[in-house]
């Protein structure tokens, strides 16, 4: 491994020249990072190496100010790199890296010595190890102003109080910094106070982002927006998870599943942790087969010469109202409406002018029911209208209606003079006075009895089943 300044995109911006030249030596690339990481935060330069045959190579061109060096290296003992480096370069702070383990008599003699400056035991706090190297270095203020010159948006609290350098815990934040996924720490006031290399790639942010506030990247249709004073108030939500649009540095919006927790930030004190996944291109996928599904669903269910519902949504909507009606023996009317003489309306006038018979008498019929009432194209030059909720005096009454509506001959001189269109129009209401049971079955048959007679009577007439004298009137 060549030597390679630590960086991960949280540099304070100040000018390499006037720090501190860290230089760490550990032969696990993982806790290389988290200090050299730490470091970087901190303020220092920091030079990371895994072999100490490449660290010898390079010492003396690089003219470190404290090393940090692990007690067992591939290729020889900290101890004795320690001795090498500092013949190399007298007067150079060092920190030996041990184990509980390791901390034997030969290290605590070096510490005595003078050999080693200081030792660190695993795990420890990163905060007693930067302090450690602060001091080492000889410029602590230069250190601490570093620090202090950081933009807010950079978190030092919940990785030095609490992350320890023992077990798994030792590649948290190689693993913050190697997600996909973006990771962005909020404290009460909405602001940004840490954020991983996933934030920067999902929402093209750039070096300068100090000072953003979640209301920069999430706009006000997103639930967070809206729950996120919740998480500090006197019973916060532990969790919250949900879909909704954030904000990308450019000003383009972007769907997402996200998760925000409350988190203690340790210095910080409480903090929202998001944990915001891009999902977008999925999203519109989704949308656009959402559409082409709800486009064919509506095709197969509509008429397509008139727009009106078929009979296959009839069937469904009055299935539907037959069991409501079994339940709560809700009122309800039927009327089946067809054209009179329509073949000859073809014969005489045209297939294109019957085409727009239909069509009109739908529109015809539309303009009068409610939004409750189906309208449906039955079949040829027949329709069905279901009335919910309807009584059979009510229901007479709308058919009195569409049926005077139809022989207005004024409509229909405009589409072809000389042209007169009438319709026949049978009916029935539920439930029956007698309370006997009635299937969809034996309804439709009655109603179609009931056109049957409308139509040998001479057409252009209503008839009406009458279930408690079982007999079918002209109304």
Not at 38 to 46: C, E, P, Q, T
Not at 78 to 95: E, H, M, V
Not at 172 to 179: A, D, M, N, V
Request: contains cysteine.
């Amino acid at each position: 491994m060549t030597a390679a300044t630590a960086s991960n995109g949280h540099s304070p911006g100040l000018e390499t020249e006037t720090l501190p030249l860290i230089l760490v030596a550990d032969n696990d690339p993982a806790i290389g990072c988290v200090l050299s990481g730490a470091l970087n935060r901190a303020g220092f330069n920091v030079e990371l190496f895994q072999e100490a045959s490449k660290i010898i190579k390079s010492a003396d061109g690089l003219k470190p100010d404290v090393a940090v060096v692990d007690r067992f290296m591939p290729d020889m003992d900290g101890l004795s790199l320690i001795d090498r480096l500092k013949a190399g370069t007298p007067g150079l702070a060092t920190i030996l890296i041990v184990g509980h383990s390791e901390r034997e008599e030969a290290v605590e003699q070096a510490l005595l010595n003078g050999r080693v400056d200081a030792v660190l035991v695993k795990p420890f706090r990163l905060a007693d190890f930067l302090n450690t190297v602060s001091c080492l270095a000889g410029n602590k203020a230069l250190a601490s102003e570093a620090r202090a010159d950081q933009p807010k948006h950079t978190i030092e609290s919940p990785l030095t109080d609490w992350l320890t350098l023992d077990g798994h815990e030792a590649y948290f934040e190689q693993i913050l910094g190697s997600l996909i996924d973006a990771v962005i720490m909020l404290d009460n006031k909405g602001r940004v106070i840490y954020w991983n290399n996933g934030a920067l790639r999902t929402f093209g942010w750039r070096d300068q982002i100090g000072g953003l506030s979640l209301a920069d990247f999430c706009p006000t249709d997103n639930l967070l927006a809206n729950f996120f004073a919740q998480f500090f108030g006197n019973h916060p939500p532990v969790q919250e998870q949900s879909e909704g649009y954030f904000v990308k540095a450019d000003g383009t919006r972007f769907y997402t599943i996200f998760s925000a927790s409350l988190f203690q930030a340790g210095a910080y004190g409480s903090a929202v942790l998001l944990v915001i996944k891009d999902i977008h291109a999925r999203h519109m996928l989704f949308e656009q087969i959402t559409a082409e599904t709800r486009k064919l669903e509506h095709l197969a269910l509509t008429d397509p010469l008139t727009g009106l519902y078929n009979r296959r949504y009839f069937d469904q909507r009055l299935a539907g109202e037959f069991r409501r009606l079994e339940r709560y023996h809700s009122p309800l009317t039927l009327a089946m409406i067809d054209f009179d003489f329509f073949k000859q309306i073809n014969d005489n006038f045209g297939h294109l002018v019957g085409d727009q018979v239909l069509r009109q008498g739908a529109e015809i019929f539309g303009r009068l029911l409610r939004d409750v009432d189906i309208l449906s194209r039955w079949g040829g030059e027949e329709y069905m209208v279901l009335l919910p909720e309807t009584t059979g005096e009510r229901g007479l009454t709308v058919a009195r209606r569409l049926h005077g509506l139809i022989r207005a001959p004024e409509q229909w001189e405009k589409l072809a003079p000389g042209l007169r269109v009438t319709v026949s129009i049978g009916m029935i209401s539920l439930p029956w006075a007698e309370g006997r049971p009635a299937s969809i079955n034996d309804v439709l048959e009655i109603m179609d009895r009931a056109l049957y007679r409308a139509k040998n009577s001479g057409r252009d007439r209503i008839v009406r089943y009458l279930d408690d004298q079982d007999s079918f009137v002209e109304a």
